[in-house]
């Protein structure tokens, strides 16, 4: 199976800043292939080096951002159809919607994120923001699971239409091991799960490089735990957004989704 990393440096209508963290990640991902080429002896890096196909896109003139959407649905319909891997990495949250207007119904996609994306409150912008895309999505949207959000003004009604489940983080906190437990049953029931991270999705004191950090977040092991809850059959992609390195300390978020992403390759390609 072929992976496709597609850098997708979009962050209009939210967490301006985030662009350069998608760039800077399509660097540190170039990089690190051309570590594992140069490298003489025999590393892990071998399950998947010959597997990885590196994309991105350019956000410099008025046009690239004219048809941002059409044009990013387009290349996803492709790389779902032929059944690829997938790595997008975008600059805000709403960079993803593309991936929610065209990935399989039938999958499920479980969440990370600190907030729900479907902000109707007075002060929010009706139109399209990272704080609202997934009322703008391509209906009916796939089966969604949150993990880790702090929500605390949204009704649980009103985020029951757009949610099938929710795990909060103090709930997760409280109750690990029956989360697990759930994503497990939920993933075994699934034909592919995809994880959507925003990174604002961690507590502040493990990953500050967010343009608006939430307090009482969750580690960043937590997502190991969901991925040994999934398994590596069933995944069918990873996404990441809202890194804002301009709030970094020392590179360590940087160096934590550089980790995240060579330990999700592979645990997808050196299993069995
Ligand atoms: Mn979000």
Request: proline share 6%; aromatic share 12%; charged share 25%.
């Amino acid at each position: 199976m072929i992976t496709r990393a597609i850098f997708f440096p979009f962050d209009l209508f939210g967490s301006p800043g985030t662009k350069a963290g998608a760039e800077l990640l399509a660097d540190a991902f170039q990089e690190m292939l051309a570590d594992n080429k140069r490298e003489r002896m025999p590393t892990r890096a071998k399950a998947y080096a010959n597997r990885l196909r590196f994309e991105e896109f350019a956000f410099d003139t008025m046009a690239d951002y004219r048809d941002w959407r059409k044009s990013a649905r387009a290349r996803l319909r492709q790389v779902f159809r032929a059944n690829e891997f997938l790595l997008w990495v975008s600059g805000n949250h709403l960079g993803t919607l593309p991936v929610f207007d065209e990935i399989d119904r039938d999958t499920l996609v479980i969440q990370l994120d600190a907030h729900f994306d479907i902000y109707n409150l007075s002060d929010c912008t009706s139109e399209l923001s990272h704080g609202n895309f997934l009322l703008h999505a391509e209906k009916p949207l796939p089966r969604l699971t949150n993990v880790g959000h702090r929500e605390l003004l949204l009704n649980r009604n009103y985020v029951a239409n757009y949610y099938h489940t929710t795990f909060s983080a103090p709930y997760v906190l409280g109750q690990c091991e029956s989360v697990l437990k759930d994503i497990r049953a939920q993933a075994s029931l699934a034909p592919r799960v995809f994880l959507d991270l925003d990174c604002d999705v961690f507590d502040p004191a493990y990953f500050p490089a967010v343009a608006q950090p939430r307090p009482f977040g969750l580690a960043p092991e937590f997502v190991l735990r969901i991925l040994d809850a999934v398994g590596p059959d069933r995944l069918c992609g990873l996404s990441i957004s809202e890194f804002d390195p301009a709030r970094d300390v020392n590179d360590r978020c940087l160096e934590t989704l550089m980790w995240l992403i060579e330990y999700v390759l592979l645990f997808k390609y050196e299993q069995s």
